[in-house]
């Protein structure tokens, strides 16, 4: 059974199949999904599915780039909710900075990114961390904070962030199935394999072959056979390590 660690199930794209996109995924033997709070605009969405059905579980976070959607501090009886398993998905973006006041945003990304490491370490819950153009700074950051812990999202193959590998997992999605995955499939057999976690980012990242498509959960086969392929092991092993290295980290 496959968990896919990372799915936006309550974005619109799925608005009106989830039900067919969950029984698509089930049948292909995923085990649970878990929706990460990218937008709190969206959080009754995730609560609502996950108390719909046994395998569906949600994070609560602000993204970098929906500073203005809200305060952390509104959302915390929703971490308290028994199918919250983290905290996230937040972190730092630098891809797309307003040029008026680049160091300014980047400091209120920052702000915003050590509040919520706080609030998973006083709820003792693992971040689920976006990390885009902002390792060094990430990395920096992280080490005020020794016990924090959980997993680099759709992993950007940059190699300060596997000295993390201590306390952190690794998220591999369908980006390892693009043709120019060069840096993700030289890194991989680097991450430790109690590291390894399978993720989506549904509806986006879709695998080779179904590229320029809507992306599901379905697809989680297609990305560990291809990391099977680069580490040269079965898919039953990626299979089996991954949803184990899942339990482990959030607890379910």
């Known amino acids: 059974m496959f968990i896919d660690t990372h799915c936006h199930l309550n974005d619109k794209a799925f608005c009106g ?10 049948a292909e033997g995923m085990d649970k999904v878990i929706i990460p709070g990218a937008d709190p605009m ?21 993204h970098p780039y929906d500073l203005h959607k809200g305060e952390i501090k509104y959302f915390l009886d929703s971490i308290k909710h028994p199918k919250c398993v983290a905290i996230g998905e937040c972190g730092l973006d630098y891809f797309r900075l307003p040029e008026e006041d680049i160091q300014g945003y980047k400091n209120q990304q920052k702000e915003k990114f050590e509040e919520q490491i706080q609030i998973a370490l006083d709820f003792d819950k693992p971040l689920i961390l976006h990390v885009r153009e902002s390792s060094n700074d990430v990395f ?17 193959a940059d190699e300060i962030l596997l000295k993390l590998s201590d306390r952190f997992y690794y998220g591999i999605g369908g980006v390892c199935t ?31 072959p179904f590229r320029g498509q809507r992306n599901e959960p379905s697809y989680i086969p297609i990305i560990a056979q291809k990391i099977a392929d680069i580490l040269n092991l079965l898919p039953e092993d990626i299979e089996q390590l991954t949803t184990q290295n899942a339990k482990n980290l959030f607890k379910f």
């Open 140 to 156: 920096e950051i992280l080490q005020k904070y020794p016990t924090a812990r959980g997993v680099l999202h759709c992993f950007n």
């Open 178 to 208: 693009f043709n120019n995955a060069r840096k993700i499939v030289e890194i991989l057999p680097k991450i430790p394999r109690d590291r390894l976690l399978l993720e989506t980012d549904a509806p986006y990242l879709t695998p080779v």
């Open 17 to 26: 199949d989830v039900d067919a996109v969950l029984e698509r995924a089930e």
């Open 42 to 62: 969206e959080l009754d969405l995730a609560i609502r599915l996950s108390e719909q059905r046994e395998n569906v579980f949600f994070a609560v976070g602000i």
